[in-house]
């Protein structure tokens, strides 16, 4: 079909300045493609959720006709009839399902959207395929969408990938991303990230300190431990509720290292929190790193500004004690010895925050507000005292969690009253990470019991705050229900969290009997950011690739700002970076004589351009489209929560081991799989454990479970060597096996856990000598035990998948040995 054969190319819309040259590559494939044209064009009225949709997730679309706002005359009047609405499938046109349009409020005008609308819901659709929804009166269709476990992968990775791409003193190269985004490491300069000097001290080279890494915190290129206090315990909580969702193949440079991604980026972070510990010498924080000027130049390695940082404050120094405490938690349980040890550290880093607080404080009684005089430009890193008394309580959940020891249990006990999500019973999509913390406390052993039961009455009690209730009688056409309020800057964080709220009942077991309304409440949260909004805009850059058709195009970030190569997707020759979401509609944009976004509806108080100085005044584009780092770890968690708690797939069981190992002629490959609907593998090689290529493929044969394959490229004959095997079925999904390394020496030594926690499976990979048995024995706590796994293992390097559906959640010992070695290490079921 033409709509959807280039997705960012609609047929009622194209660019004005769309290059000649890509309309004639347009033109040349429809020429030489034979394929089905859909009996009508697109329609931008039609508003699905451009990636898709879980099986057994609610779906459905919302049919908007403008009635007020910028694009009020577009008017659209739908089919209304009975079954005028149909699904159909993308192959073939095929009608898999009909409905009939119900009137969102009996036909009035959503006020905050200023549209008019219908919902039409399939929801009783679940069979994975590729649809669009279709308009028979009007002879129009949707964008492509897919049903599937799987269908929000891809997307996941991408928007963690931002984080690499703000990272800072790190050089972003081939292969880990295309040359178009390439450059070099940042603020790498004298006076810059590694000898940064003194706001107070500017000429001083004695207050020199290395302060390099971390990531740029929004579309400036300043760094800040108080704003990065809530994505940095964002990541961290969600990965430790669904750890399986995070994989180890986000095309960094890390992958394939046996850590999830997620905390490889998260680590990048903690190690510039650590700088920012040491240059102190007290255990306290710095709180704030930039330069003293607007005058940011792109790209980011090109900026020669000198950089200063902002001495320690109350707010940093809690910041660091909370996230520190968090962090050890989460890599001391991966089971890996350097992990453990880090985790260590992070943990005396904690113990040493929270002790320099005590004193800087009084005892958590009085805190510092005003340190940042905004001297170093852009936002001001200060914290009021209700956000530090809140971060006190954070500290003080982890703390506990991580030591058992009573003086942090007695501050949580003493001081939970004052977090405001408490203080004033208004649960809130606000202040995150102490709401996740006071949750975290019910659920630990030794808490308070009636402390505990305090905190989940009054979370028991928010229906009423942007979920059920709100959901339950329509309140928003578009199903995502704020009040005007929340439209301000940055709604997507807003947004997210309240998506991340309704989770929070289902994670933490609070009114049990509504959690399946809690969850149809967040995908509908979700499916706004992937176009169900009035704009139809899949709220994340350059998507396209990936499975979104109408995406932002230009957003406000000082290396793809305006006037640069990467400007805009479609007028520049690079275009931004994919998978930044932005800051959001907002009715409180400062300039209402540019309008959009100003004199809009709350909704469609929206624009998308990238403008700040204009040469005459500033246009504030930032109000509207930057993002920032606590906007995209919201949409991260509420995505990866949703995924975990509606079905979704991230590691199927389909080729269960893979081992290789390496002779004077060639590497020899051996693999098991436990389907018989498969059409090929293939056999695909890296140097890297990151880029992959296909190097042969091998048909498969129906009920042959056992296949092989030699090979004796010069590539694969020395050095370090990776395989895996992608399997393609009868229906043409695709899977992956797990990695096997290979190189010149290697022993059982070699074993790796992952992930871990697991929930239901769990990968090993190791090495074994030479051909023989192996036995994997997995002990409780008690070392009794409770699985043995018997097999006979092929020479070589290989991974192979082990089921835990029958172990109970808890702590775990895996043995794993052969003929000549025994390697023990440590797993937690969740």
């Not at 991408?158 to 178009?180: D, E, G, L, S």
């Not at 954070?394 to 408490?422: I, Q, S, V």
């Not at 498969?678 to 140097?687: C, L, N």
Request: hydrophobic fraction near 35%; proline fraction near 5%; charged fraction near 20%.
């Amino acid at each position: 079909m033409f709509f959807g054969l280039f997705p960012h190319i609609s047929t009622t819309e194209k660019p004005a300045n769309m290059k000649p040259a890509f309309l004639s590559l347009i033109l040349l494939v429809v020429t030489e493609m034979s394929f089905s044209l859909p009996p009508g064009t697109f329609s931008k009225h039609i508003k699905i959720d451009q990636f898709g949709y879980l099986p057994n997730s609610k779906k459905v679309a919302v049919i908007a006709d403008p009635q007020t706002g910028y694009n009020a005359s577009e008017s659209f009047n739908p089919g209304t009839g009975i079954n005028q609405y149909q699904v159909r499938r993308w192959s073939d046109d095929a009608v898999v399902f009909s409905g009939t349009l119900v009137a969102w409020n009996s036909g009035a005008t959503h006020a905050q959207s200023g549209d008019r609308g219908w919902w039409f819901d399939f929801s009783g659709l679940t069979t994975p395929g590729s649809y669009y929804v279709y308009d028979l009166a009007n002879n129009v269709g949707s964008y492509r969408f897919e049903i599937g476990a799987n269908v929000y992968s891809n997307l996941l990775k991408q928007a963690a990938r931002m984080f690499f791409y703000q990272r800072i003193n790190f050089a972003k190269q081939a292969p880990y991303t295309y040359p178009k985004w390439a450059d070099a490491a940042s603020f790498e300069g004298p006076n810059q990230d590694r000898a940064a000097r003194s706001r107070w001290d500017k000429t001083n080279p004695a207050t020199a300190r290395d302060v390099h890494g971390g990531w740029f915190d929004a579309g400036d290129y300043n760094k800040y431990i108080t704003f990065a206090f809530g994505p940095m315990c964002n990541l961290l909580e969600t990965y430790r509720m669904h750890p399986t969702f995070f994989t180890d193949d986000y095309n960094i440079p890390e992958s394939g290292n046996g850590i999830p991604d997620i905390l490889d980026e998260v680590k990048w972070e903690m190690d510039f929190f650590k700088r920012m510990q040491d240059a102190t010498g007290t255990g306290g924080l710095f709180i704030k790193v930039g330069a003293d000027n607007y005058n940011a130049a792109s790209p980011p390695s090109a900026d020669n500004n000198p950089r200063y940082y902002v001495p320690e404050c109350t707010s940093s120094t809690l910041t660091g004690s909370a996230v520190f405490a968090l962090g050890s938690i989460v890599y001391k349980s991966l089971g890996n010895p350097a992990m453990t040890s880090y985790g260590n550290d992070l943990l005396t880093r904690a113990l040493n925050a929270w002790n320099r607080a005590k004193i800087t404080t009084s005892n958590f009684n009085v805190f510092e507000t005003a340190c940042d005089d905004q001297n170093i430009v852009a936002g001001d890193a200060d914290q009021s005292a209700d956000d530090q008394k809140e971060m006190v309580v954070t500290a003080a959940a982890y703390l506990f969690e991580a030591t058992g020891l009573n003086e942090y249990k007695n501050c949580f006990d003493t001081m939970y009253t004052k977090a405001r999500p408490y203080s004033f019973w208004w649960w809130g999509p606000y202040y995150p990470a102490v709401q996740r913390a006071l949750l975290r406390y019910t659920v630990l052993p030794g808490a308070t019991s009636s402390i505990a039961n305090n905190i989940r009455t009054v979370k028991a009690g928010q229906n009423g705050v942007l979920s059920i209730n709100d959901y339950n009688s329509n309140a928003d056409m578009y199903r995502s229900s704020m009040p005007d309020a929340q439209y301000h800057w940055n709604s997507h964080e807003v947004k997210a969290n309240a998506g991340i709220n309704n989770l929070d009942f289902i994670t933490f077991n609070i009114n049990t009997g509504q959690h399946s309304l809690y969850k149809e409440v967040a995908e509908a949260y979700l499916h706004w950011f992937h176009g169900i909004n009035p704009m139809g805009k899949v709220m994340l850059t350059n998507m396209y690739a990936y499975g979104g058709d109408s995406c932002v195009n230009e957003f406000y970030h000082s290396w793809f700002g305006n006037g640069t190569v990467w400007d805009n997707v479609f007028t520049s020759p690079n275009g931004p970076a994919p998978g930044y979401l932005i800051g959001g509609p907002n009715k409180d944009f400062s300039i209402p004589g540019i309008s959009p976004p100003g004199g809009q509806p709350p909704q469609k108080s929206y624009r998308e351009w990238n403008t700040g100085w204009n040469g005459t005044a500033n246009e504030n584009s930032w109000e509207i489209t930057e993002a920032g780092i606590y906007t995209q770890a919201a949409y991260i968690s509420l995505l990866v929560r949703v995924m975990a708690n509606s079905g979704a797939t991230v590691l199927p069981l389909h080729v269960v081991s893979l081992a290789a190992i390496r002779n004077n002629r060639y590497v020899n490959l051996n693999w098991k799989t436990t389907e018989d609907d498969t059409k090929h593998f293939e056999i695909q090689r890296s140097k890297d454990g990151v880029n992959f290529r296909t190097i042969s493929t091998v048909d498969a044969v129906s009920g042959k479970k056992n296949y092989s394959f030699e090979d004796s490229s010069p590539e694969a004959m020395g050095g370090l060597v990776y395989y895996r095997i992608r399997e393609t079925d009868l229906q043409d999904r695709v899977f992956y096996s797990a990695i096997v390394r290979l190189s010149n020496t290697r022993d059982i030594k070699d074993v790796l856990l992952y992930p871990n926690p697991a929930n239901d499976i769990v990968t090993i990979s190791a090495f074994q000598s030479q051909k023989g048995p192996a036995e994997l024995r997995i002990y409780d706590a008690a070392g009794k035990i409770v699985k043995r796994v018997s097999w006979q293992q092929e020479a070589g390097a290989y991974s192979r998948t082990i089921l835990l559906t029958e172990l109970s959640k808890g702590a775990y010992s895996i043995e794993l040995s052969d003929l000549h070695n025994k390697k023990r290490i440590r797993l937690v079921k969740l």
